[in-house]
Each structure stands twice: as structure tokens, then as C-alpha cells.
């Protein structure tokens, strides 16, 4: 039966077991073949060999077997050398010492390349290679030899020799870790895991054809070196060839093959770099595309406000502005060219320069055109990040349409407006004049049946009274009525004697005591003034009343000199009261548009706007003050 046949039949952990207690006499076998060798070449001066394989057989033995093995591995190996090392005459403390010395280069070397080398097949490119070289070929060896340089000094060396010592020692290391070791451990590599397979032949062909040039040139080296060179080193007869047979084999391929992997990912990081452009450069086409097709202008800006990409349409109109010197292009700096144009302009660099500044996350501007004529335009700025960078949006809209809607809506509403007025003039006059005098005459007819009739029945004569006492309630409240729809006093004696009434009867009516403060100098206003202000004295006295829980309230009327040429009448209505509904109440300024606000206040508003005022609402947990402003010419 073969030996094959044999571990065939074993289990697998007893074919492990017999593989651990075999493989250190195996190395150890294999040492002291590699010594004999090594003597067989030839021996230099103080028992050097040029070439020493055994500390390679020792590399390859850490390499390839598990660390709890290697106290093994020496302990077998130290025989082999003693036999090996009987026929050199050397004594034995010096042959100890090398053993030693040869035992310290292999573990360094193993422990280094197993630290340093993450893969364990060291040659299967560049990087490992060279790792393999520098620790095991320069590294390793050149410290040891530190140490072995002394082992001759314990025979017969001098210490003055101790620099050849070391060369030597060195030389003969370096070289068995140059050849024997790289060929064995890519041999090996997965032979042993995989079994014999035609692969796993042609390296053991490699590693036969290496080892046979390199016999045959140390051979030549000894045996034909011609006398005259024998005092020449000769290990340098014979080294390079190894060498260059290692390189040519190893370190040539790894790097051919090295270049094939980077190459190879390199081609694969262009194709994945060209991808990436082609995408980027088809989302900046739709991009632009998309921007082209809007009919607003639009610019992208940086944080220092230069241009960075525009639209189609910006581009047509930085054309058109061009020829008064107004540079909009790609490139140029947006607020410096604001800042040198037009007022809206001016005022559209300050408000960008809030946007960036982060002061304000938009902004918004109308201004009317002064190029194209009857053209409004809404300017709006935003702020975006990208890549840790800042961008500002710019657009610009036109909004004509929507400025002409409004301009109708208003007029529609001043017109709804008046139409309101005429009808609570009429109706108050039809109260006044109709249904009053009715009732009068109702109570003149009640009142005379009580003195022609003195025969009534008690009965009678209270339900009578009764209906007199209601007639007269009657006849009151429509005459409030009346009066609140359209107060005769505001045609015949103005807004102040107006306003004289209305804080007396809502002050009988609410018990809240209004202060008046009217400057003496107002004089008559127009028709539809008068009547703008006295509904926003109206509205803003309800308000007190329902809202604010104030006791007092003020109304002051003035007349001031307005910004622009002309003065204008400033009527104010204060209150000390809790201020208005948080749903309902407004920032401080001007009444937003934006706001759900009542129809109240809405149409206070709307009325001040029609005949070129403004309302203003400050509000604070002190009270809330309602300004009206209207100019007066």
C-alpha cells in the first residue's frame, strides 16, 4: 500500500495530528540538506558559505505553519545543525552562537512580514514585493549580521576582520532570502490547501529551472574562476545572476502584473469619471433648459454677488440695459451694478445684501419700469447652500397683469364702496323721512284716542300707553340707526361735529369714556374724506369696545405736512386695553395684505387706500392705537 493510500485512509484530524509531529522533522531534514548544500558549493574563510539555505528553509517553515509549532521547529532544527556543521571544525560555542544567529534572521523576518505584509501571498504585486525585499533581503539581515559578525571571534576569527565578518554573514542570508524563500512560497502558495494541479506544476517547474541556473552558475564560480581572481570575494562572481533570475521572475512579473490591475482601474475610474460628466453635463443642459423656458428672468449668484449662470430671458434684457452701460452678464458683480444704477436698483442691492448677510431669508421689491412704459416688476431674492457654498436666486417677474388686476380691483371696490355710502345715505334718509314721521304719526293718533275717548276701560287705556312708550322706543332707535348709517352733522357740520356725536352716543352706550383731541385748524374736508375717516372712527370705537377691555379711549385729529408736497389729515384712536386677538393683530408698520384679518378692518383699510392713505396698527400689551393717514392736498 502506498503512503498516499495510507493518509487517504486516515481521518481528517488524525491526518492534521500526523501532519504536526512529521513537520518539524521534515524541516528539520530540509535545514540540514540546505547546509550540506551550501558545503557542497563551497566555504569561504571562518566556515562562511556564500550561499546558506537553511535560514530560508527556516523562513519559509515559519511562514507556512501555525506560530504554536515553531518552538517545535527549532528544537528539531538544532540537531540537523549540529550534524551539519561537525565536518566545518567548529567549536561549540561558535556553532551554538550560529544557530542562533540563524534562528533570530528567520523569526524577525516571518514575525516583519506577517506585521507589515497584510496578505499572505506576498508576491502577487508590487507593493508586497518590495515589502518582502526591504524586511527579509535588507532589513533583517543587515541587523543580525551585526551579531554574527562577532561568531567567528569565537574560534579563531580576528576582531580586526569583524566588517568582512559581517559582509559575508550578510551576503549569504540575503541571498537564500533573494532565491530559495520567493520560490518556495509562491510554489507553496495554496499547494498545500488545494492539492497537485497543473498550475501548482508549472511552479515547481519555475522553482527547478531557478534552482538548476543558479547551481550551474555557482558551480562555474568555483570551479573555473581563473587564478588570478582568487583573491577576488567570490560570491560577487556569482551573485548577480540569482538576482537577476529572481527579478526577472518575480519582482518583473509582480510589477507587469501590478500595472495590469492599475491600468485595468484606471480604466474603469475613466469610464466611471466620463459616466459622471456625461450626467452632470445632461442635468446642467435640463437645468438650463428648464430656466430658459421660464418667462421671468433669472440669475444665480455667489455669495460676493456675481453673476454665476443666467437664463434666456435675463440674458435678453442684460442686452437691452447694456446700451445705458448696465453690465448684467455672466461674470459681472450684480450689486455693484445696482449699486451704481437707478433708486430701485439701489434699493434691490441693500435688500440682496440682507438676504446674504442672512439677515432676512427673502426679499421682495415691485418696482415700475423705467424703460418699457406702464410695466411693473416684482424682484424676489433667496438664499440656497450647495456644497458649502452660498447661492442667491434673482428673479424678476412681471407683473403687470396682476398690478392691472389689482388697479380694477380697487376701483371696483371704491365704487362698491361709494355705492355702500349712497345706500346707507338712502336708507337713512328713507328712516328719517318715511318711517319716522310714519311712527310719529302712529304715536300723535294714539295720544288723541286717549283724550277722545274718556270712557276706556283700564285695560284699554294701559295697552295704549304701552304701545305709545313702544312707538317712542322705536322712534330712537332709528334714529341711532339713521345716524349710524349716515350722520346728517357729517354733510351739514362736518367731521369734528360728526365725531362730537359719535363719542357721545357710544360713550351712553358702552359706558367707555372717549377723551376727544381736535386740533382747531381743521377745517372742512372733502365729502369722501370725511367720510373715510368717521367709518374708521366707527370701526376702530367697536373694536374697543368688543376686544380690548379698556375703560378710556382717545381719538386725536390732526392736520400735518406730508412727506412730499402738501399736508395731510392724521386721525389717531387709542385705547389702554389688552390689545387685539392674537390671530388678528399685525407687526408693527403698515397692515399687511397677507393677513386673515376681519372685514372690518379690511374695509377701514380699503377705504384709506382708495383716496391715497394708509392704516397703521401698533399694538402692544399696553393698548392699541389705530392711524389713520390721508393727504388732503
Not at 31 to 53: D, E, R, S
Not at 215 to 233: D, M, Q, R
Not at 261 to 287: P, V
Request: net charge positive.
Amino acid at each position: 500500500m502506498s503512503a498516499g493510500a495510507i493518509l487517504n485512509g486516515l481521518a481528517p484530524r488524525e491526518r492534521q495530528s500526523l501532519g504536526q509531529v512529521a513537520a518539524p522533522f521534515l524541516v528539520a531534514l530540509s535545514y540540514f540538506l540546505g547546509a550540506k548544500a551550501a558545503f557542497a558549493i563551497g566555504m569561504l574563510t571562518q566556515q562562511f558559505a556564500p550561499f546558506w539555505p537553511p535560514n530560508a528553509v527556516l523562513l519559509c517553515a515559519f511562514l507556512r505553519m501555525p506560530r504554536r509549532q515553531w518552538p517545535a521547529i527549532i528544537l528539531a532544527c538544532l540537531p540537523a545543525h549540529i550534524l551539519a556543521e561537525i565536518g566545518a571544525a567548529m567549536p561549540a560555542l561558535q556553532l551554538i552562537a550560529a544557530f542562533a544567529c540563524n534562528v533570530t534572521v528567520a523569526l524577525l523576518n516571518a514575525v516583519a512580514l506577517v506585521r507589515f505584509v497584510p496578505r499572505r501571498d506576498w508576491f502577487s504585486g508590487l507593493d508586497g514585493t518590495v515589502r518582502y525585499l526591504a524586511i527579509t533581503v535588507v532589513a533583517n539581515p543587515a541587523l543580525v549580521a551585526c551579531a554574527a559578525g562577532f561568531e567567528p571571534l569565537l574560534g579563531n576569527g580576528h576582531l580586526g576582520d569583524y566588517g568582512q565578518f559581517w559582509w559575508r554573514w550578510y551576503v549569504s542570508n540575503a541571498l537564500g532570502n533573494l532565491t530559495l524563500a520567493p520560490l518556495f512560497l509562491t510554489a507553496t502558495s495554496g499547494l498545500l490547501l488545494r492539492g497537485f494541479r497543473l498550475a501548482d506544476r508549472g511552479r515547481v517547474l519555475e522553482v527547478a529551472l531557478l534552482m538548476s541556473g543558479l547551481a550551474i552558475s555557482c558551480g562555474l564560480a568555483f570551479t573555473s574562476v581563473p587564478s588570478a581572481a582568487a583573491g577576488l570575494f567570490p560570491v560577487l562572481i556569482y551573485l548577480p545572476m540569482p538576482f537577476l533570475l529572481a527579478i526577472a521572475v518575480r519582482l518583473l512579473a509582480a510589477l507587469a502584473e501590478e500595472l495590469r490591475h492599475s491600468n485595468k482601474d484606471l480604466a474603469l475610474a475613466l469610464d466611471k469619471r466620463n459616466c459622471a460628466e456625461i450626467a452632470a453635463r445632461a442635468t446642467r443642459a435640463l437645468l438650463q433648459s428648464s430656466l430658459n423656458a421660464l418667462g421671468s428672468r433669472f440669475a444665480i449668484l455667489d455669495a460676493s454677488g456675481r453673476i454665476l449662470t443666467t437664463n434666456a430671458s435675463w440674458d435678453d434684457a442684460a442686452t437691452l440695459i447694456a446700451q445705458r452701460g448696465e453690465q448684467h452678464f455672466v461674470g459681472r458683480n450684480y450689486l455693484e451694478e445696482c449699486d451704481r444704477g437707478r433708486p430701485h436698483q439701489q434699493q434691490i442691492a441693500a435688500g440682496l445684501r440682507r438676504v446674504i448677510g442672512g439677515e432676512v431669508p427673502e426679499f421682495r421689491l415691485e418696482y415700475r419700469s423705467d424703460s418699457i412704459g406702464g410695466r411693473w416688476y416684482q424682484v424676489r431674492g433667496t438664499r440656497f447652500v450647495i456644497e458649502r457654498e452660498l447661492r442667491v436666486v434673482v428673479a424678476h417677474e412681471d407683473i403687470t397683469e396682476v398690478k392691472r388686476s389689482e388697479d380694477a380691483l380697487r376701483r371696483l371696490s371704491g365704487r362698491l364702496m361709494r355705492a355702500q355710502d349712497e345706500s346707507r345715505r338712502q336708507i337713512a334718509r328713507d328712516l328719517h323721512d318715511s318711517t319716522a314721521q310714519s311712527l310719529l304719526a302712529a304715536r300723535l293718533g294714539i295720544g288723541q284716542a286717549l283724550r277722545r275717548s274718556p270712557r276706556l276701560t283700564r285695560a284699554t287705556r294701559a295697552a295704549l300707553e304701552e304701545s305709545r312708550a313702544l312707538i317712542d322706543e322705536s322712534q330712537r332707535e332709528i334714529r341711532t340707526v339713521a345716524y349710524l348709517l349716515h350722520p346728517p352733522l357729517l354733510d351739514e357740520a362736518g367731521l369734528a361735529a360728526a365725531l362730537r356725536w359719535l363719542s357721545d352716543g357710544f360713550s351712553k352706550r358702552t359706558e367707555i369714556d372717549i377723551a376727544l383731541d381736535l386740533a382747531e385748524d381743521i377745517e372742512r374736508l372733502p365729502a369722501e374724506t370725511e367720510a373715510a375717516l368717521f367709518r374708521v372712527a366707527q370701526e376702530a370705537l367697536t373694536n374697543v369696545h368688543r376686544h380690548s377691555g379698556s375703560r378710556t379711549a382717545r381719538i386725536v385729529l390732526r392736520r400735518t405736512l406730508a412727506p412730499q408736497d402738501g399736508s395731510q389729515v392724521v386721525m389717531a384712536i387709542e385705547d389702554n386695553g389688552c390689545g387685539m386677538p392674537a390671530e388678528f393683530a399685525p407687526p408693527l408698520g403698515d397692515l399687511p395684505h397677507d393677513r386673515h384679518l376681519g372685514i372690518g378692518l379690511t374695509g377701514m383699510r380699503e377705504r384709506l387706500h382708495q383716496l391715497g392713505g394708509n392704516l397703521r396698527i401698533e399694538w402692544s400689551a399696553r393698548g392699541t392705537t389705530v392711524q389713520a393717514t390721508i393727504p388732503c392736498g
